[in-house]
């Protein structure tokens, strides 16, 4: 009882502090002088691991993002949620997923933190910055909405919540050269038929970049006056692992070494780059080189896996170089940050019956797709130029026609060093890097900052530079409050405060507090981990501290009570199991 009650006024003391650290944070840097405050633009991968990035340890070259690693700072304990839909309601309002009513994916369960599509109590950054004057844009995956027919709702897509500008998916995947639900503004396209961009070859994540080089060009052009918000989800590199040849065969010799080979390379450098802690053990690989019967295949898996993260740093580049056409890099606060762990998933990677396993097959009725026709399918029947898409382990990954996921050897090799993947909460499946570059106000650039931080620090940062306000009421609807802290400090060379830090995906649930980690996987017992000493979760100590799990197990339930987390993983509505909400 005695350390319950004592832990519980440390935890007290500690939200008091973090409420001061911020109000003073406020009252120190905001500056209201709307011309000098800073463009914001978040960019954000997707499936990617932790050290897939050169600057957090990976072999793939990634020379964008690594100069804004050097000339700004680099976090080495930043959490997402661990899926893709919960981060993006996270990320973009401040809030714990489920309290945006996202706390799973896009179906309704009847719940109110699982709903499928943003809620009425809570606001986007875009709605938030709109309202102090900057142009808002969003580039790429939304994801955000279970309504995803042109003729349906839209009350939750992104023109509906504060964007000014939007060209991307209103799905979550899809192929990189035919994207499902591919839209502008409000409105489906063809990416063939679209009078306002025809490259001379669609490639969606070039697409992402190129219009948000437009959204920026045409925003300094139309109203140069004010700042603008850019949020920038590159869909990559997500299967279905997709490039074009030339870009595949740079890395084909490089993955030939194999899991182990690569894996202990990467442990190497991000414990060189002062990332992690040399007293942190490597778990052991999940798969085994040796025991892959096609490693050929393996290898060009993760090549094309490989090629896509280096168009996206490509990309990046070509947005950085709009900015500084326009002289507006020195006041653009950037982010970049992954929106989960490296993905395990096995999209593709077996033989079925329902496609194609071999060579090119043209589709018996449907020689070409017509350039105004829709692609319909996350998972396409057939590419444009009318071939069956293939799966199976003997079809090499990269075409148009191929739909292939990289496979779990080479997740937890881009996880290094931790354990788990996207979907749980252990360290491999939350772990993102975040780089944060602004020349006008990060002092003693290239620091890492070890302090742990969180998406739901971005909206509070957002605000916090924008001089912008967090409303408590919307549209006639009460707003939850914000649940992050401005990283401004952070930038400035200062710590931030500890605090409590959260989570639940699909069963899967863990809390923070300090060097403390308590986590589960779904229907599993409670393990209890010392993140200071072993942040690579090998040595549960959970037996060890039994009132350190009960205590922990209790600020767990009243966050879930009060975060619209609970009933925990609830069934769909419409299947036989689910159970309706009553009153």
């Not at 405050?37 to 020379?63: A, F, K």
């Not at 700042?227 to 490089?254: C, N």
């Not at 798969?287 to 490509?314: G, K, T």
């Amino acid at each position: 009882m005695a350390f319950a009650l004592e832990s519980q006024m440390r935890v007290w003391r500690h939200l008091l502090m973090i409420s001061l650290f911020c109000l003073s944070t406020l009252i120190c840097f905001v500056d209201t002088d709307a011309a000098e405050r800073p463009n914001i633009i978040v960019i954000m991968t997707d499936d990617m691991g932790y050290s897939d990035l050169g600057c957090y340890g990976g072999e793939i070259p990634t020379p964008e993002i690594d100069r804004l690693a050097t000339g700004g700072i680099r976090f080495s304990q930043f959490y997402n949620t661990g899926r893709c839909c919960p981060t993006r309601a996270s990320l973009l309002t401040g809030l714990y997923p489920h309290q945006a009513g996202i706390g799973d994916m896009m179906g309704d369960r009847g719940y109110d933190g699982y709903r499928g599509l943003l809620n009425n109590h809570c606001v986007t950054i875009a709605e938030v910055l709109k309202e102090a004057g900057y142009g808002t844009y969003h580039t790429g995956k939304w994801h955000l909405s279970r309504f995803m027919r042109q003729d349906g709702p839209k009350l939750s897509w992104p023109l509906q919540r504060g964007f000014d500008r939007f060209y991307g998916i209103i799905h979550g995947g899809g192929s990189q050269y035919d994207p499902v639900t591919l839209t502008r503004d409000n409105r489906f396209i063809s990416p063939y038929n679209d009078p306002e961009y025809q490259p001379e070859s669609y490639y969606f994540t070039d697409a992402i970049s190129d219009q948000s080089v437009r959204f920026i060009r045409e925003h300094q052009q139309r109203t140069p006056d004010r700042p603008f918000f850019l949020y920038v989800a590159y869909t990559a590199p997500h299967w279905p692992i997709q490039a074009a040849e030339e870009e595949i065969q740079r890395f084909r010799e490089i993955y030939k070494q194999g899991f182990e080979a690569i894996r202990k390379n990467r442990d190497q450098r991000v414990r060189e780059l002062g990332l992690i802690s040399s007293d942190w053990k490597l778990p052991p690989s999940e798969d085994h080189w040796n025991d892959v019967a096609n490693q050929e295949w393996e290898a060009n898996n993760m090549a094309v896996y490989a090629a896509m993260i280096s168009i996206i740093d490509r990309g990046v580049g070509r947005i950085i170089s709009s900015l500084q056409e326009k002289g507006q890099f020195e006041n653009t606060i950037i982010f970049f940050l992954h929106d989960n762990g490296a993905s395990a998933e096995q999209m593709g990677r077996a033989a079925n019956s329902n496609r194609p396993a071999g060579p090119r097959e043209p589709h018996p009725q449907r020689p070409l797709m017509p350039k105004e026709a829709l692609q319909t399918n996350i998972i396409p029947v057939q590419s444009r130029q009318g071939y069956l898409v293939r799966q199976g382990p003997d079809v090499q990954a990269g075409p148009d026609d191929t739909y292939i996921a990289y496979g779990k050897g080479w997740a937890n090799v881009s996880n290094t060093p931790f354990r788990e993947y996207k979907h749980f909460v252990h360290e491999g499946g939350i772990s993102s890097p975040l780089v944060i570059h602004w020349p006008a106000a990060i002092q003693s650039p290239g620091r890492i900052v070890h302090d742990p931080s969180h998406l739901i620090d971005l909206m509070a940062t957002c605000v916090d530079v924008a001089g912008a306000s967090y409303p408590t009421e919307w549209s006639g609807h009460p707003i939850k409050p914000m649940e992050g802290m401005s990283l401004v400090p952070a930038l400035q060379g200062k710590s931030l405060p500890i605090r409590m830090l959260y989570w639940e995906h699909g069963g899967n649930r863990a809390v923070r507090h300090g060097d403390w980690k308590l986590v589960a996987k779904k229907e599993a017992p409670w393990e209890l981990y010392d993140l200071k000493s072993d942040r690579t979760e090998l040595a549960d100590l959970s037996a060890v501290h039994p009132d350190r799990v009960q205590h922990l197990m209790k600020l767990w339930q009243d966050w879930a009570e009060r975060a619209n987390v609970l009933p925990l993983n609830p069934w769909p509505v419409g299947h036989p199991n689910h159970r309706a909400k009553t009153q």
